[in-house]
């Protein structure tokens, strides 16, 4: 299975970047995909996630700032970041869940998003 991620880099606040992801070699429904961030020192957390029928979660902090879509037939999600602040710093990873043999999930390895002036 590949996970591959793209997308990130360096931003001025209140910029935008738009991460992209693609899962391919699953043999298993992608039911959920996400996108998680880990700055340094601190734990990973959610940032927004998607179900297969569209229903999305936000963490607050990034609530009316980023959006979470994407396409179930090609196993691509997109996040869309805009009025990016500093606090938003950190590697981004890509997840997504499947259900079958009791479920798992696929992580990419993460890509670097900086905002800073």
């Known amino acids: 299975v590949q996970v591959v991620e793209s997308g990130g880099g360096l931003v001025q606040p209140g910029g935008s970047l738009r991460l992209s992801c693609a899962v391919s070699?699953?043999?298993?429904?992608?039911?959920?995909m996400g996108w998680y961030r880990q700055a340094p020192g601190k734990q990973r957390e959610l940032v927004a996630r998607i179900t297969n029928d569209g229903s999305t979660d936000y963490e607050d902090s990034v609530e009316g700032r980023f959006t979470i879509s994407r396409d179930n037939a090609k196993n691509t999600v997109i996040l869309q970041m805009n009025s990016l602040k500093p606090e938003d710093t950190a590697v981004y990873f890509c997840n997504a869940e499947y259900r079958a043999l009791g479920g798992g999930s696929y992580w990419g390895q993460g890509t670097q998003v900086t905002v800073s002036s």
């Open positions: 070699g699953s043999g298993f429904t992608i039911y959920v």
